[in-house]
Structures are given as structure tokens and as C-alpha cells.
């Protein structure tokens, strides 16, 4: 194999990978999205980035380059996806209010990125399979090139509204995220009757999404954990990432969330993996008081300790002591352990 072929392999296998990945990203954000335009944009991404990884994996099979170690890889982070889903145990209530809308948001300006992404990856194949004569993975690349561009098109028109409904959840105080309320609400609008068969229906479904939805801050983690395989370093939340050294790393690690934490070890392990700052991050990860605790504002975290017991409140402020140190959240938690 000549250099270049062996360049679109890699490439294919880099493709194949962030596919795969994708289509675990997918399925948890159609959970937490309530029903209407945005929620179909994604159901449509989802059937194509099934498509996507199917033709890809099947090109890199002809080419002879089914059992690469980095499909490997693409299964182990899935995994990790599986496996936060299942242990997801965020009560429900966590989700609903100002925090729901805000983050439908910034999962569509991470697809943004994520199809960006993409395409450069799918022009890149285009350009190499092109210049050995290698039509055939040409061909796929271009089309799927095509539909990542489509698809960005599609959530860019979508952000203005996602952007109107935060703006509606925090300056207006009338957040649509409430899953039951909003599932309901969107589908009679859209139907364009207030038809009450079709309402009771619709919370019916709305339940559903909503028992779906409860588990879905318990993948903060693994999302990072993606997002982290195919991070640059300005994708990370620390500066400057590589001109600082180990010492400086571990000194800043502290103030990241677990979603951030997971996007730094991921990428720290493809590049450095320098020892001192995965033990640290280890050391950091995983004893969030619950599922999902980093994306909550001061004011969600206070409503959720006031029908909170000793244990958990305990939790709280050692938590919150060793990362974010809010002083609202602090005098929560210790107003809760006082009464208790
Ligand atoms: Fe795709």
C-alpha cells in the first residue's frame, strides 16, 4: 500500500470512528429534546449518520481494512457512552427550568462543530482518493461531504430559535423545557388544533421522552469523553493547552467540569498522556454529588438540596468545597446539614 492509500485509510478510520460516536451523541440528545422542528433535524441526522458510518465502515472492509485498531477504539467509546446511560440517575426535576433550554442550544452549536469537522475530514479523503485513482472512495466522500453540508445548513437555520427559547427561559422566566408541558404544547401547535384527544396523546409521549430524558446528564461525561477524541486544542477549556506544563495543567484542573474533564484526559491521552495529570484527573472525576451536578446553575443546585438528606447535602459541599466553591451553594448545603 503507497503512502497515500495508507493516508486514506487513516482517514476513513478517523471518519468511521467519529460516526460511530456520533450516533451515540445523537440518540442522548434526541432524548433531552422536546418534541418539534429541532427534535426532527436530529432524527434525521441520526438515520444519516447510521447511513454514513455503514457506507464507511463497508469502504474500508473493501479496502481490505476491517479490523483496524481504531474501530477499536470507536467501540470502546461507545461503551462508555452505554454505560452512562445506564447508570444515569438524575431525578427529573434537575432537567426541567432554565438549564433545559441552554443546553438544547449548546448541543446544536457542538453538532455545528462536529459537522464542520466532518467535512473537512470527508474533503480531505475526496482530495487523497482522487489523486491515487481511487474513484470509488472519491464517490463516497462526496456525497457524504454533501450531506454533512446540508445538515450543518439545516441546524444553522434552527440555532435563531433554539436562541429565542433560551431568551423566552431566562429573561422571560418561561422556560419550554419543561418536558411534559413543552412535548404537549409543540405537537398542538403543530398539528394547529388544541384537539384534547391529541393532547392526552401527546403527554402520554411526553412521559416517555421524559423517562428518557432522566437519563441523560449521566453522559455529560462520556460526550466530553467524544468530544475530547476529535478535540483541537482550542476545543479544550484551559489555554493554551500545550505550551503548559504538567504542573500548570494539574494547578487549573480543578475549576473544569466533568464534561471538561473528560474532553482534556481524552485528549491528553492521544497526545502527551503524561501521567501526573490523567491521575489527577481520575482523582477529580466521577464523585460529582449526582449525575449531571456541573451544569446546573447555583440557584437549580439550592432548589435540589431543599428536599435533600444529610448524605447528599454531605456531598454537596465537599464537592462544591473542592471545585466551584459557590458561596450560595455552600450556605445551602450547610443550612440543609444544620437542619437534618
Ligand atoms: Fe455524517
Same mark, same amino acid.
Given at each position: 500500500m503507497t503512502a497515500d492509500q495508507q493516508k486514506i485509510v487513516q482517514y476513513l478510520n478517523e471518519a468511521h470512528a467519529s460516526e460511530r460516536a456520533l450516533v451515540r451523541v445523537l440518540q442522548s440528545q434526541i432524548a433531552m429534546t422536546p418534541s418539534g422542528s429541532y427534535r426532527s433535524v436530529l432524527e434525521t441526522h441520526l438515520r444519516e449518520t447510521h447511513r454514513h458510518a455503514d457506507h464507511v465502515g463497508l469502504r474500508l472492509r473493501a479496502l &481490505?481494512?476491517?479490523?483496524?485498531p481504531v474501530q477499536a477504539v470507536a467501540g470502546a467509546v461507545e461503551s462508555v457512552v452505554g454505560q452512562a446511560l445506564a447508570l444515569g440517575k438524575t431525578p427529573l426535576d434537575l432537567l426541567r427550568g432554565s438549564g433545559g433550554d441552554e443546553k438544547i442550544l449548546k448541543n446544536a452549536k457542538d453538532t455545528c462543530a462536529t459537522e464542520g469537522l466532518e467535512i473537512a475530514t470527508y474533503t480531505a479523503i475526496e482530495r487523497l482518493a482522487k489523486q491515487v485513482g481511487d474513484d470509488e472512495t472519491a464517490q463516497l466522500a462526496t456525497s457524504i461531504r454533501e450531506d454533512e453540508q446540508r445538515m450543518l445548513e439545516r441546524v444553522l437555520r434552527e440555532i435563531p430559535k433554539l436562541t429565542d427559547a433560551v431568551v423566552r427561559a431566562e *429573561?422571560?422566566?418561561? +422556560?419550554?423545557?419543561d418536558v411534559t408541558k413543552t412535548g404537549a404544547a409543540d405537537a398542538v401547535r403543530d398539528a394547529g388544533h388544541a384537539a384534547q384527544k391529541r393532547t392526552k396523546q401527546t403527554t402520554a409521549t411526553a412521559r416517555r421522552t421524559a423517562r428518557r430524558a432522566?437519563?441523560? +446528564? &449521566? *453522559?455529560a461525561r462520556a460526550e466530553g469523553q467524544i468530544k475530547g477524541a476529535v478535540a483541537s486544542e482550542s476545543d479544550l477549556a484551559i489555554a493554551r493547552y500545550d505550551s503548559l506544563t504538567a504542573d500548570e495543567i494539574v494547578s487549573r484542573l &480543578?475549576?473544569?467540569s466533568q464534561i471538561d474533564l473528560a474532553k482534556v484526559d481524552s485528549y491528553e491521552r492521544r497526545h502527551q498522556d503524561r501521567t501526573t495529570i490523567l491521575s489527577r484527573i481520575t482523582s477529580l472525576r466521577g464523585d460529582e454529588p449526582w449525575a449531571g451536578y456541573d451544569e446546573l446553575t447555583a440557584a437549580e443546585v439550592t432548589r435540589a438540596l431543599s428536599d435533600a438528606d444529610e448524605e447528599r447535602a454531605g456531598k454537596v459541599r465537599s464537592y462544591e468545597r473542592a471545585h466551584k466553591n459557590r458561596a450560595g451553594v455552600l450556605k445551602a448545603a450547610d443550612r440543609e446539614l444544620t437542619h437534618a
Open positions: &481490505g481494512q476491517g479490523g483496524n *429573561v422571560h422566566d418561561d +422556560p419550554s423545557y432522566r437519563k441523560v +446528564p &449521566g *453522559v &480543578g475549576d473544569l
